[in-house]
T-cell receptor, first 115, second 111 residues
Framework: DAGVIQSPRHEVTEMGQEVTLRCKPISGHDYLFWYRQTMMRGLELLIYFNNNVPIDDSGMPEDRFSAKMPNASFSTLKIQPSEPRDSAVYFC?????????????FGPGTRLTVT | KQEVTQIPAALSVPEGENLVLNCSFTDSAIYNLQWFRQDPGKGLTSLLLIQSSQREQTSGRLNASLDKSSGRSTLYIAASQPGDSATYLCAVDTGRRALTFGSGTRLQVQP
């Protein structure tokens, strides 16, 4: 298996622009998670999906952030408009059901820089 | 709110030494605890997962223990090698289905 795939790996954009991050989970995994990593706050959960349905989005910073999972093999995290404080590494992870019994597998991350 | 703490924040040891990384969590009602490794600029690699009913898990030179009642876990690395140099992260699942992470221990193994 190719593992969790994320694109792009690096994204540099200007403040105010829309940014879309993409994730392909491991085939057969029912759970998909979006995390954000910063020096100040470490790794934090943004949102997660079960069978393509958003379950917990309490970590989404504000309305500028939105996430979708239109099918079992694809998810997007969108930031509109982007701000410099959104600069971070965004990770996607997936796991089998139930996730309490199985490891979460992480993608390589997307390093976002907003200037 | 669950809080996860890892001590020390950084550790430097000579090659061949056995070492212990510590993780503590404030809420003992966890479903599992997972140890990860993160290399600079890379994603996270899962090392070990311990279910709440388990006391320890082993994989090669790695051994992770869990003491739920005291809110502690340790990751033991035997016969450390320069290739073990990385940041080690501890994370717990409190039933929220997502992980709460510690800030990590940055390990440097000197050849």
């Amino acid at each position: 298996d190719a593992g969790v795939i994320q694109s792009p790996r690096h994204e540099v954009t200007e403040m105010g622009q829309e940014v879309t991050l993409r994730c392909k989970p491991i085939s057969g995994h029912d759970y998909l998670f979006w995390y954000r990593q910063t020096m100040m706050r470490g790794l934090e959960l943004l949102i997660y999906f079960n069978n393509n349905v958003p379950i917990d989005d309490s970590g989404m910073p504000e309305d500028r952030f939105s996430a979708k999972m239109p099918n079992a093999s694809f998810s997007t995290l969108k930031i509109q408009p982007s701000e410099p404080r959104d600069s971070a590494v965004y990770f996607c992870a997936s796991s089998l059901d139930p996730p309490s019994d199985y490891e979460q597998y992480f993608g390589p991350g997307t390093r976002l820089t907003v200037t | 709110k669950q809080e996860v703490t890892q001590i020390p924040a950084a550790l430097s040891v000579p090659e061949g030494e056995n070492l212990v990384l510590n993780c503590s969590f404030t809420d003992s009602a966890i479903y599992n605890l997972q140890w990860f490794r993160q290399d600079p600029g890379k994603g996270l690699t899962s090392l070990l997962l311990i279910q709440s009913s388990q006391r320890e898990q082993t994989s090669g030179r790695l051994n992770a223990s869990l003491d739920k009642s005291s809110g502690r876990s340790t990751l033991y690395i035997a016969a450390s090698q320069p290739g073990d140099s990385a940041t080690y992260l501890c994370a717990v699942d409190t039933g929220r289905r997502a992980l709460t992470f510690g800030s990590g221990t940055r390990l440097q193994v000197q050849p």
